[in-house]
């Protein structure tokens, strides 16, 4: 969980303190420095985030690895036996075992933030800790911060997923999302497969024998560290490859607050602009352009940025399993990165490919659109599209029917009765059907004709 604030003062300062804090642990005690403006040397970065889980393991390799030293010890809230892909052990066990030990970790990191903007949570639902606890701590944070929005980045765990009781944690956790999260990001660890698939076979089709100094300059965006790792074993290296790909969503999304920009959106006009309704709140997103991570030659100018566009409202780039053009678009948002990329080039854009998107009716012009100068690291541009889209329902109904599946001989259930009422999982199943039909209707609703009233002669 990461817990962002904004800071108003230099722009190093804006963009360093808002996802780190200057520390220096010299004398024994913990001493906030300033970063911006050079007033004090960098000693120690710390990140503004906790680190949650209940198997040691998995935070002790972050720990060893090289990101290990922005975490200090009150950083860390873990255990040792796991939830058990129990998603009622998460939620009711280590919930309450945890509460007070991770609202003040949350405490002393929000004191330290000038200006509290939002917390951003990053979990997955397929297993029992990130979906059970996850959700848990998402319901504390409305309680103790109801003002400060909460995003959350949920990982949908795959049809196949090896966790057989996944339908089960996932549609739990959603209820628990549609209650208290303002923002939801879904992303499906297939669409992640069938992405990196994708970029493996486009690798395999190009000969070594193009290795030219500008094809290499913009070598692999997302994926250039997985390409060099020759001696990695395939499994961790698609694994790495997966996270990357959502490191880069979460890149592109606070962006904004980094870098200066024409255009820049704050991340609470998100909410403001592309949840119409509070329920309705799961947003689609995809990242474009793919091309540079399986090393293909990007093509520049306005017609690069034309296929940059096209790219973002393909299925092909989307981070779900889902095909948006085939639901209506309630809102949508455009996050473009880039030098030379200018406010004209997206209207263009929008214009061009509004004509093949079907727009809800009360809504046609609802684009949102933002424009940050840096772009990213090894790629001459990049845009999110973030999108508020009726298709969602096939997610919804993805996972409710395997949760069906199972609940209908209630295989499994006695698992969850041990910590949680047999009733809680029926109203979390209800209450994701009657997303998906509140999905439905709002995708079948039609503007009332207006009568034109004459005046009386």
């Not at 509290?116 to 397929?126: N, P, R, Y």
């Not at 959350?152 to 944690?169: C, H, M, Q, R």
């Not at 074993?233 to 790909?245: G, K, L, V």
Request: proline share 4%; charged share 25%.
């Amino acid at each position: 969980m990461n817990v962002v604030s904004k800071v108003v003062d230099s722009l190093c300062c804006n963009w360093m303190n808002s996802f780190f804090r200057n520390v220096d642990t010299r004398e024994g005690k913990t001493r906030w420095l300033p970063v911006g403006n050079g007033r004090e040397k960098i000693r120690t970065l710390k990140a503004r985030s906790i680190l949650v889980d209940m198997e040691e393991g998995v935070i002790n390799k972050v720990l060893a690895g090289p990101l290990g030293e922005l975490f200090s010890e009150h950083q860390l809230i873990k255990d040792v036996s796991g939830s058990g892909n129990n998603w009622a052990h998460g939620h009711c066990v280590y919930g309450k075992q945890y509460s007070k030990d991770i609202l003040e970790a949350v405490r002393r990191e929000a004191e330290t933030c000038d200006s509290l903007q939002s917390f951003f949570l990053i979990h997955s639902l397929g297993g029992g800790t990130g979906s059970g606890l996850g959700t848990y701590i998402l319901g504390q944070l409305a309680d103790e911060y109801p003002d400060v929005y909460r995003f959350t980045t949920a990982v949908f765990p795959s049809e196949d997923d090896d966790v057989i009781t996944s339908p089960y944690n996932s549609v739990l956790s959603l209820d628990q999302l549609i209650q208290h999260s303002d923002c939801v990001l879904p992303i499906e660890n297939q669409a992640l497969m069938d992405i990196c698939s994708r970029i493996d076979s486009k690798r395999a089709c190009r000969t070594d024998t193009r290795s030219s100094v500008n094809e290499s300059k913009y070598d692999s965006t997302l994926l250039n560290k997985s390409a060099k790792r020759g001696s990695t074993p395939e499994r961790y290296r698609a694994f790495d490859d997966m996270n990357t790909i959502g490191a880069h969503l979460l890149c592109n999304l606070t962006c904004s607050m980094r870098f200066e920009g024409h255009l820049n959106v704050d991340l609470n006009e998100i909410t403001m602009n592309l949840v119409p309704f509070p329920r309705l709140h799961l947003l689609l997103s995809s990242v474009a352009p793919l091309a540079t991570l399986a090393n293909k030659k990007l093509v520049y100018g306005s017609r690069g940025l034309d296929q940059m566009f096209t790219a973002a409202f393909s299925r092909e780039c989307q981070l779900t399993t889902i095909q948006p053009r085939s639901g209506t678009y309630f809102a949508c948002g455009l996050i473009v990165r880039g030098k030379g990329v200018e406010v004209s080039d997206i209207n263009r854009n929008i214009d061009r490919l509004k004509p093949k998107l079907k727009m809800a009716p009360w809504n046609t012009d609802g684009f949102k659109i933002g424009l940050c100068s840096a772009p990213p690291a090894h790629q001459p541009y990049s845009t999110l599209c973030l999108a508020n889209n009726s298709a969602i329902r096939g997610v919804l109904d993805g996972l409710a029917g395997r949760f069906h599946k199972l609940f209908r001989v209630r295989a499994h259930v006695h698992h969850y009765t041990e910590y949680t009422e047999l009733s809680h999982m029926k109203k979390a199943y209800q209450r994701v059907k009657e997303l998906s039909k509140d999905y439905e209707i709002l995708e079948k609703a039609v503007p009332r004709s207006r009568k034109r009233i004459l005046p009386a002669i």
